[in-house]
């Protein structure tokens, strides 16, 4: 059984983010304060604070870890306007300030402040990308130098992912990488999935590329870049209706196990929508829907909207990513060049106020969190329908059984 419990971080001002190492032994805290915490899991569950300093001059709005397959670095943006590479050095002792130096800054385009980041390490080649966007969609995908340097970064594709919001509006902008390093190569860049003769090296080495969702405003957009390929192609879109729907957050479904390509996104108006990608690799075979137009289903008793399972298929963005190497997103390219893709609405469930979605390791449970100060945990039913099955308020403990849910 695994506790919901308090944790004393010990910040002087709101937590902004916060972000676990994929081996669950090391918690990253940032805060308004403008200072970022590492604790280390000790064996008791305890956590012990390895370091506290200051990283940036402003509130820090994001900060992750890398993955374990590379060289250990935390990645920090800032209303400062700064990004910053952070990497441990072990001679320092703990608690001196010094434990983490910079290694790496870059201010941000047009001097917006960043709005998000997200860091990936392939498994088959152990390269590593590091996403970035601002608060006026500006996004950038850089990669070192130097493989296994953090010291250097160099841009591998930027673009703008929709207009610039007008000056003092309220944004959505964040970007989520797929990655499952549990199971190595995920669905969505599977060979099986990459056309014969269109990457000889996805072929013999496992991979095949690399797929991207990006919150912009009031839609979540898929993009991919294939193996070889130094660009992104936009090759679908999730538009939320109404108004006052941006977008709070997004996460993948670990579905490398079952070929299935799920995502969750929260917005601001109290609703996350669970939505499975596919692609109409033949069109002639298949109903033709808009990018981005997803099948309308049936409202169940318990408040979630459903639908019944979809027919197997492969992987719709690993079909995808064979496809979108001949063509090219038409926000920078002009005309609609994408291929024709379906998004099945999984269902759609309801937690007012919601900030934050997260899946298990292996996809099967859900969290989402809110500023209602409220945990709820969500899980298929045998039926495939997705049902609330816990729930704690922030002022409560709490015990939940099965997969852990890890932040």
């Known amino acids: 059984m695994d506790t919901i419990r308090p944790f004393d971080h010990g910040h002087a001002d709101l937590v902004q983010a916060c972000h676990k190492s994929y081996d669950g032994r090391r918690l990253v805290t940032a805060s308004s304060d403008h200072r970022l915490k590492v604790f280390d899991r000790k064996k008791d569950g305890t956590d012990q604070l390895v370091d506290s300093w200051t990283a940036h001059d402003a509130e820090i709005i994001d900060v992750k870890w890398n993955s374990p397959l590379t060289t250990p670095l935390l990645a920090s943006i800032s209303e400062d306007t700064n990004l910053r590479i952070w990497l441990e050095d072990p001679t320092m002792p703990p608690l001196s300030g010094r434990r983490f130096r910079p290694v790496f800054s870059q201010t941000a385009p047009h001097k917006t402040p960043y709005a998000s980041l997200d860091l990936l390490t392939t498994p088959h080649d152990l390269t590593t990308y590091l996403a970035v966007i601002n608060k006026s969609g500006f996004l950038s995908v850089l990669e070192p130098v130097v493989p296994d340097d953090p010291s250097a970064w160099q841009p591998i594709d930027e673009f703008r992912v929709c207009n610039s919001p007008p000056r003092g509006e309220e944004t959505g902008f964040l970007v989520r990488f797929h990655q499952d390093v549990k199971y190595g190569p995920s669905s969505l860049v599977r060979p099986s999935n990459v056309v014969s003769g269109s990457s000889s090296r996805a072929q013999t080495t496992g991979g095949g590329g690399v797929a991207l969702a990006v919150g912009a405003m009031d839609a979540v957009k898929i993009y991919v870049m294939p193996v070889g390929a130094r660009q992104f192609s936009l090759i679908v879109q999730l538009d939320l209706p109404g108004r006052g729907s941006l977008v709070r957050d997004i996460a993948w479904a670990g579905g490398a196990a079952s070929g299935?390509?799920?995502?969750?996104?929260?917005?601001?108006?109290?609703?996350?929508?669970?939505?499975?990608?596919?692609?109409?690799?033949?069109?002639?075979?298949?109903?033709?829907?808009?990018?981005?137009?997803?099948?309308?289903?049936?409202?169940?008793?318990?408040?979630?909207?459903?639908?019944?399972?979809?027919?197997?298929?492969?992987?719709?963005?690993?079909?995808?990513?064979?496809?979108?190497?001949?063509?090219?997103?038409?926000?920078?390219?002009?005309?609609?060049?994408?291929?024709?893709?379906?998004?099945?609405?999984?269902?759609?469930?309801?937690?007012?106020?919601?900030?934050?979605?997260?899946?298990?390791?292996?996809?099967?449970?859900?969290?989402?969190?809110?500023?209602?100060?409220?945990?709820?945990?969500?899980?298929?039913?045998?039926?495939?329908?997705?049902?609330?099955?816990?729930?704690?308020?922030?002022?409560?403990?709490?015990?939940?059984?099965?997969?852990?849910?890890?932040?």
Do not use: M
Request: proline letters at 6%; hydrophobic letters at 30%; aromatic letters at 4%.
């Open 260 to 407: 299935r390509d799920i995502i969750a996104c929260a917005s601001q108006e109290g609703i996350v929508r669970l939505r499975e990608i596919q692609a109409n690799e033949d069109a002639s075979s298949t109903t033709e829907r808009k990018s981005g137009e997803y099948q309308k289903a049936p409202s169940k008793s318990n408040g979630a909207t459903q639908t019944s399972k979809p027919t197997p298929t492969p992987s719709g963005i690993g079909a995808g990513l064979a496809v979108t190497s001949r063509t090219r997103s038409p926000l920078r390219a002009g005309g609609d060049s994408r291929p024709r893709y379906q998004i099945l609405e999984t269902a759609t469930l309801r937690h007012p106020q919601v900030r934050k979605v997260c899946f298990s390791p292996t996809g099967g449970a859900l969290a989402t969190a809110g500023d209602d100060g409220g945990l709820r945990i969500w899980r298929p039913s045998i039926t495939g329908e997705w049902l609330e099955f816990w729930e704690a308020s922030a002022d409560e403990e709490g015990v939940i059984g099965g997969d852990e849910i890890k932040a």
